[in-house]
């Protein structure tokens, strides 16, 4: 079992900057792929980022790419998500994800967090 804990949304004005953290307990936790999706009132839950186990591969969803950065800290068992240069379409909540594999599409997932909300003020 693996539970997830997201923290540091917020509220901050467009081209600011936040960090999203993501603390995961189970032993396995460092076994599946780590990532990111969010969703927007009325919107679809989507994908944001993803990092392979060895964080030897990311990918980032077109519209954040180049903006946000995935990493994650083994030791602390713990998944990040810096937010550079927001914008007002980048309000949603923030959810951290594990998955076995793959982990960019929801049926791929098969742990969520609570998630976080970020707002972004135009």
């Known amino acids: 079992q693996v539970h997830l804990g997201e923290s540091g949304g917020g509220l901050v004005q467009a081209g600011g900057s936040l960090r999203l953290s993501c603390a995961a307990s189970?032993?396995?936790?460092?076994?599946?792929?780590k990532g990111w999706f969010r969703q927007a009132p009325g919107k679809e839950r989507e994908f944001v980022a993803v990092i392979s186990w060895s964080g030897q591969t990311i990918s980032y969803s077109d519209s954040v790419k180049g903006r946000f950065t995935i990493s994650k800290d083994n030791a602390k068992n713990t998944v990040y998500l810096q937010m550079n240069s927001l914008r007002p379409e980048d309000t949603a909540v923030y959810y951290c994800?594990?998955?076995?594999?793959?982990?960019?599409?929801?049926?791929?997932?098969?742990?969520w967090g609570q998630g976080t909300q970020v707002s972004v003020s135009s």
């Open positions: 994800t594990a998955a076995k594999s793959r982990g960019i599409y929801i049926q791929d997932i098969n742990y």
């Open positions: 189970g032993r396995t936790f460092g076994n599946y792929v």
